[in-house]
């Protein structure tokens, strides 16, 4: 699996939008990119994934560059419970998940 | 629906014994993979297993072993413990079916081994 670049940490205010990126420069077709975060004391949670477009759902945004190098999860309005470690994966047909070190998120009341 | 179970969630064993951790998946899913996650190597993959098969194998020494039942309930076993092995064991579920790339898998809890 290609591998991917994220910020070791980031810190947000609560209530702000937040732009979480991802570099994937060696990224194949075929490659999916996924998204998980990890909150304290719990296992991998989903968060969105996506091939090509940017993709929505109730708990971020994707954006997806259109090279495809690079990606950044959004969430739109940061929350205390948002506070975790944010990881980006590639994945290809039948391979499993290869966690990085993924970024950790800090929320400021 | 119920999520995916781990148990026991902490276990204290003792070098040179073994182990063994269940994970019950979420109704319908026939996948169950197996994670370790330690503060130095991070979350690393040790197997997969669909319809009772492995399907997929990460680099973990032989100790470490897996099997999954028809019900698709999966056990995972480490044998003559090591200090090392101490680690949150992490298993998730999903379909398994189609497109492995495009669908999300579910994660459990964990369960906490502390060898002493």
């Known amino acids: 699996d290609a591998k991917t670049t994220q910020p070791n940490s980031m810190e947000s205010n609560e209530e702000e939008p937040v732009h979480l990126p991802c570099n994937h420069s060696?990224?194949?077709?075929?490659?999916?990119i996924h998204w998980y975060r990890q909150l304290p004391s719990q296992g991998p949670e989903y968060v969105i994934h996506g091939l090509t477009s940017n993709v929505n759902n109730r708990m971020a945004s994707l954006a997806i560059a259109e090279d495809r190098k690079s990606s950044t999860l959004i969430l739109h309005r940061a929350t205390l419970r948002d506070a975790a470690v944010y990881y980006c994966i590639l994945r290809q047909t039948g391979n499993q998940f290869y966690f990085g070190t993924g970024t950790s998120l800090t929320v400021i009341p | 629906k119920a999520g995916v179970t781990q148990t026991p969630r902490y276990l204290i064993k003792t070098r040179g014994q073994q182990v063994t951790l269940s994970c019950s998946p979420i109704?319908?899913?026939?996948?169950v993979s197996w994670y370790q996650q330690t503060p130095g190597q991070g979350l690393q993959f040790l197997f997969e297993y669909f319809s009772e098969t492995q399907r997929n194998k990460g680099n973990f020494p032989g100790r470490f072993s897996g099997r999954q039942f028809s019900n698709s309930r999966s056990e995972m076993n480490v044998s003559t413990l090591e200090l090392g092995d101490s680690a949150l064991y992490l298993c998730?579920?999903?379909?398994?079916?189609?497109?492995?790339?495009?669908?999300?898998?579910?994660f459990g809890s964990g369960t906490r081994l502390t060898v002493v």
């Open positions: 998730a579920s999903s379909l398994g079916e189609g497109k492995p790339s495009n669908y999300g898998y579910t």
């Open positions: 109704s319908g899913h026939r996948s």
């Open positions: 060696t990224i194949s077709g075929t490659d999916y």
